[in-house]
């Protein structure tokens, strides 16, 4: 009897040891927790097809009144067609421009912040101190600084050392991608002056007095015409575009 108090007080102790962890252990899986409700999807900054209809009624009703008052065709609809996909095709050409510039704003933005953190880290502040930081809130919501925190309560491996890792693979990438920008910035010159190429033609003819507008806008052969142009002119933009995303590797 007198043995079994010894041996009851010791899993007395290694049930409380086990039942109730450490301070930092609490505290890690308190941040993680953190970090996990703020890990929410992004809006996408251009859904396809979004912001391109008013852009493309625009160009339609432009070219359509155009064609209807400037050369008195009746029903213009080839023309309003043609100008619709015109316009269309700038806002989406455009908008893919933006949402590049925005999305190389962010990662930028992101690799300042996962280093400022781990500095933080390394100084002697706490997580949670360290995620109050200004500009943390970047940090927070990328699925790497999440895992970090994860391998962190587990492991108890110090996460200023994983976030070192996690900003110099953030760092390469980026310098990848400007890497990859660099080396595009020729076909992208070369894309854009192909597709001004013919509204510069356009108007040499009309300054040679060869009257292309009244040819496109004002008879049936013409608006055939207009709408096969313009509509080879859409896709090669697209195309070109589009070549010009996937060796970027943008999403």
Avoid: K, N, Y
Avoid at 22 to 39: E, W
Avoid at 63 to 84: D, K, N
Avoid at 190 to 207: D, E, F, N, R, S
Wanted: net charge positive; with cysteine.
């Amino acid at each position: 009897m007198t043995g079994a108090v010894p041996a009851l007080a010791a899993g007395a102790i290694a049930l409380v040891l086990v039942r109730a962890p450490s301070p930092a252990l609490v505290r890690l899986r308190a941040v993680r927790g953190r970090l996990i409700r703020r890990r929410v999807p992004s809006p996408a900054i251009l859904a396809p097809g979004s912001g391109l209809v008013v852009p493309a009624l625009c160009g339609g009703v432009a070219v359509g009144t155009w064609s209807r008052l400037g050369f008195g065709v009746a029903v213009p609809v080839v023309p309003a067609i043609a100008g619709a996909t015109a316009a269309g095709t700038a806002a989406l050409v455009l908008s893919r421009a933006a949402a590049d510039r925005a999305r190389r704003r962010a990662a930028a933005a992101l690799v300042e912040s996962v280093g400022a953190l781990a500095a933080d880290l390394r100084a002697g502040q706490q997580p949670a101190e360290a995620l109050a930081a200004p500009g943390a809130d970047t940090a927070a919501r990328h699925r790497a600084v999440v895992a970090v925190w994860t391998v962190s309560e587990r492991s108890g491996a110090p996460a200023a050392a994983v976030l070192d890792r996690v900003e110099q693979d953030l760092r390469a990438r980026e310098a990848q991608r400007r890497e990859v920008a660099a080396q595009l910035a020729g076909a992208r010159s070369t894309a854009a002056l192909l597709a001004v190429l013919p509204v510069l033609g356009v108007a040499l003819g009309a300054a040679m007095g060869a009257h292309p507008l009244t040819v496109l806008l004002g008879q049936t052969r013409g608006h055939l015409a207009l709408l096969v142009g313009v509509g080879m002119e859409a896709a090669g933009v697209l195309w070109t575009s589009r070549i010009v995303t996937a060796a970027q590797g943008s999403p």
